[in-house]
């Protein structure tokens, strides 16, 4: 994208990672921004990004809607919704979870997997459940098998996204008691001997066996 004075861009900041600001001189390579914390800096065109003018200011829940899919791109759009309390968000059939650091068990009860079964990918809000009910539906019904990744470093929460993965697939497979205990229960109690394989403790999560 060719820059002018007037751009609305992205520069690296030591303390914020990015900030947005306005290109208010071009001179070759050298481009001097206007950043809207007030300061004025000279930056390479090559480090310099572009900023969607026209992104809402909420964000959006699928980031292939973004007119510029950069670093700085995605990460204001996922802070501008972890602001509204929404941590998931999707890139086409990717979900995107951002640590909320507490509890939010109405996101996870009974009645919000019921909205997610059989409802179309993407109909809803972004959730794991949609992408576990994508796959669920996917195997039943082309009956060919289905893997779910969960990446992430250390500390983000893979297991918890997990555990919310094999919750819903249990609630779909059936919930009828053997021995006293659903398959829900079963299912959600074999997690920590499948975690145990391959951990590693590491400085942000102590879960190593």
């Not at 994208?1 to 990015?18: K, R």
């Not at 109405?106 to 990918?121: T, V």
């Not at 809803?124 to 098998?145: C, K, Q, T, W």
């Not at 893979?158 to 919750?167: A, I, N, P, Q």
Request: proline share 5%.
């Amino acid at each position: 994208t060719s820059l002018v004075v007037g751009s609305l861009v992205w520069v690296e900041d030591p303390d914020d990672a990015w900030i947005d600001g306005e290109v208010v001189e071009v001179k070759g390579e050298d481009i001097k921004v206007l950043c809207t914390s007030g300061k004025t800096v000279v930056v390479k065109a090559s480090n310099v990004y572009p900023q969607d003018a026209e992104a809402p200011p909420c964000g959006v829940d699928d980031m292939t809607k973004l007119a510029y899919l950069h670093e700085p791109g995605v990460l204001q759009n996922l802070r501008s919704r972890y602001d509204m309390n929404e941590i998931y968000t999707y890139t086409g059939n990717i979900l995107i979870a951002v640590n909320p650091f507490r509890r939010l068990p109405h996101l996870y009860d009974s009645h919000m997997m019921a909205q997610y079964k059989g409802a179309a990918f993407g109909e809803l809000s972004p959730h794991p459940f949609a992408v576990a009910d994508a796959a669920y539906r996917l195997m039943m019904n082309e009956g060919i098998s289905q893997s779910i990744l969960v990446s992430g470093e250390s500390g983000a929460g893979k297991t918890e996204s997990t555990k919310l993965l094999m919750r819903y697939l249990a609630y779909m497979g059936g919930r009828a008691a053997a021995e006293g205990r659903t398959v829900e229960q079963q299912v959600l109690e074999s997690n920590p001997v499948l975690e145990a394989f391959g951990n590693a403790k590491t400085v942000r999560n102590n879960n190593s066996r």
